[in-house]
């Protein structure tokens, strides 16, 4: 009996051999991943830790500032490579032809190692565990298994908390494989809502929570250091060679702490490329991709300066910098509304970080399906379902992520010996930045590259500013870099590592299907 000509062959042909993508998304839907991408849980929480660097009410405004800056002139660069390349994989494939196969292939190998899915479970547990403020239940310390060492500094477990995290990224996953129209419309609904509840807490800060004490404290003298904590080499032998700083050690002082604050202020306001990995079903990608970059990272940023208006609107910088947990837009409801405030802030902070794990995993898959297209990921992950989306790089990017959240970081008290445990996902935040910003200023560089290569290509949007835009960032970018390197030293190696390993990868698969470096 033929498989080809049975009927039950051709039905399974028709589920993993479709036309291909379907161009469904439009200009609204294309803004709503970006922004939808964007806004997580770091809006909420990361001003501590910027706050504690800079030390500062003006120092903390600028951090936010400058990544703000960093990030729209990063989008209005990323718009002519979208424009001149509207297909899946975005990213991956303005490197692998502003470039070579190589490098395309090493940021498509990171993203699925670190960026994307380390993001994807980060937001995830973030979830989880303000869903726990409103239902105590979902507790990072009551386990179904307990952890179990797996060296001296990891363990593994499944807690109550993490297990929360894991359904919510099956559930994200399984949604997202039975086509794009259902995946967009939880992008739309969630982003939409979330924006609002974003926009409520700021009014709510800014009017309703205006604090005569707390404003004088902040603004009279913006630029006055409170506090600011001590920045140290991020390893023992560079101790020799760079000295420890806060932001009261003069220029270079001042300038280490905005570099370490990008962390935090950068990683709030990453993924809007993502929009780019879903150029195949993009309408009209050619104009509707850099435009809703552009409005995107607008509407964000604006959002996030704000935000940070509000807090410093009700609360002083040093009731920003001690909050609990770091969880200042808490302590800001909380001012506001007394007790309710931290019920209110958990159910924002879930309708943020659901629209934003779809967001993640709706894209992520487009990029490991252009990957195994050009013959440099597993086969398999090259198909479409009946759905029209590559349903299998969903369910891979959905193992490795929930993989990641099953990962702990082991915590020895040395005066003690007590063992602690910590999330995996909050080292993963330094890789996250690190690599990310690499790649963010190579695709930017290639802007430079491939106007070179490639002067005669279609060209419908010409990135705004060019060259001293795009150049403003890698030279900003790069310095950021190389102060997490000098500062955060234990946390960006591994980063590059990581990125490193995918030389011997892509050997192994360039030579299988042909590809050259």
Known sequence: MSDVKSPIAASMRSEIEPAGFVRALGLFDSTMIVVGSMIGSGIFIVSADIGRNTGSTGGLLAAWLISGLLTVAAALSYGELAAMMPKAGGQYIYLREAYSPLWGFLYGWTLFLVIQTGTIAAVAVGFARFLGVVWPAISPNAYVVPPIALSEKYAISLSVQQLVALLLILFLTLVNTRGLKLGKFIQNVFTSAKTLALAAMIIAGIVVGRNAAAISANFSGMWTLHDPQTIEPGANWLKSFIPSVTAASGAFGLLIAFGVSQVGSLFSADAWNNITFTAGEVKNPKRDIPLSLAAGTAVVITLYFLANLAYLSTLTLHQIQTAPDDRVATATLAMIFGSSGATLMALAIMISTFGCANGLILAGARVYYAMSRNGLFFRGIGQLNAKHVPAMGLVLQGIWAAFLVLLRTRLVN???????????????????????????????????????????????????????????????????????ILYKTQDTWPGLMIVLLGVPVYLVWSRRSGASA
């Open 414 to 484: 040395p005066a003690t010996g007590e063992v602690g445990y910590g999330n995996l996902y909050g080292v993963l935040l330094d890789y996250v930045i690190f690599a990310a910003l690499m790649f963010y200023v190579l695709t930017i560089g290639g802007v430079f590259i491939l106007r070179r290569k490639r002067p005669d290509a279609e060209r419908p949007y010409r990135a705004w500013g060019y060259p001293f835009l795009p150049t403003i960032y890698i030279v900003t970018a790069l310095i950021i870099m190389l102060t997490l």
